[in-house]
């Protein structure tokens, strides 16, 4: 398989992948947002909620709020050595204690270790008025998508790569025009693609000019990764491979043991 790199941010990265399948490439994907783990809020003990808002939807609310993962110090429940007892290993305790007038915001959250943090401070928790307070002791834990989707830690999709088959047409300057990604243009009265990688398969070319067809690749494709900003996109990759590996080696072991 061959990778070529077509953007990478700390947010975002785009990748080109050739020569695989459609089976290797979901994997890919279903293991990013199913099964590499982050921290998150999942148990709560409120201990006084003055806001406009029920306990269940601040609750709610909390659990979404993305925390800077540290995989080297924290397992999940099922892996660690207290075998799901709760311990410093695999869970963490956050508070908050605020009056108001004021807004509470994430970076009111007070965990007990400074390196696990809500990614962005300035995401609103509740609006507080005068003689309104909100007091609450939070557990936060390592686990994956499977088990909760605010555990995910990003957002992972793919497409093949498009494939154009283009014949002269009296409709290809409408083509050009209905082509929401302006990635056609008239040549004389050639019509050419400027940027195969931008095109998402919407086909408005096809329905404005007969002479177009365009279908996406089934060995080539174009794997697009967005980060939630818990782990970065290199440490989203690098765990959904370990994870392959290991449950790769595990159904090695599980088919020898068939013989």
């Keep these: 398989m061959e990778i070529k ?6 947010e975002c990265a785009r990748f080109v992948l050739k020569g695989t399948t459609p089976a290797y490439v979901n994997t890919i994907r279903r293991l990013v947002v199913n099964r590499v783990p982050t921290m998150a809020i999942d148990e709560i003990t409120f201990i006084e909620n003055g806001s ?3 306990d269940e939807i601040l609750a709610n609310r909390l659990g979404l709020v993305p925390l800077i993962t540290d995989l080297g110090s924290y397992f999940e429940k099922a892996k660690c050595k207290c075998k799901g007892a709760g311990c410093a290993r695999c869970q963490l305790k956050i508070t908050l ?3 108001g007038p004021c807004i509470v915001y994430a ?5 007990k270790d400074p390196k696990v943090k809500p990614v962005y401070p300035k995401m609103p928790i509740v609006k507080l008025l005068e003689g309104q307070s909100l007091k609450f002791e939070a557990t936060a834990i390592l686990s994956n998508g499977k088990e909760h989707t605010k555990f995910a830690p990003g957002l992972a999709y793919y497409q093949g790569y498009p494939k154009f088959n283009i014949k002269a047409s009296k409709n290809a300057k409408k083509a ?4 929401p990604k302006k990635i056609l243009k008239l040549d004389g009265k050639k019509l050419k693609v400027t940027d195969e990688i931008k095109c998402d398969l919407c ?3 096809e329905a404005a000019c007969e002479g177009i067809r365009v279908e996406g690749s089934d060995k080539n494709f174009i794997f697009t ?9 290199k440490e989203i990759f690098s765990e959904a491979v370990r994870i392959f590996d290991e449950e790769m080696a595990e159904l090695g072991t599980a088919i020898k043991k068939l013989k």
């Design 97 to 99: 204690n605020k009056a």
């Design 225 to 233: 990764l967005e980060s939630w900003g818990q782990l970065s996109i």
């Design 52 to 54: 406009a808002l029920y």
């Design 203 to 205: 086909k408005a070319c």
């Design 176 to 179: 050009v025009e209905q082509c």
């Design 107 to 111: 970076s009111d959250l007070k965990p």
């Design 5 to 10: 790199k077509v953007h990478f941010s700390k």
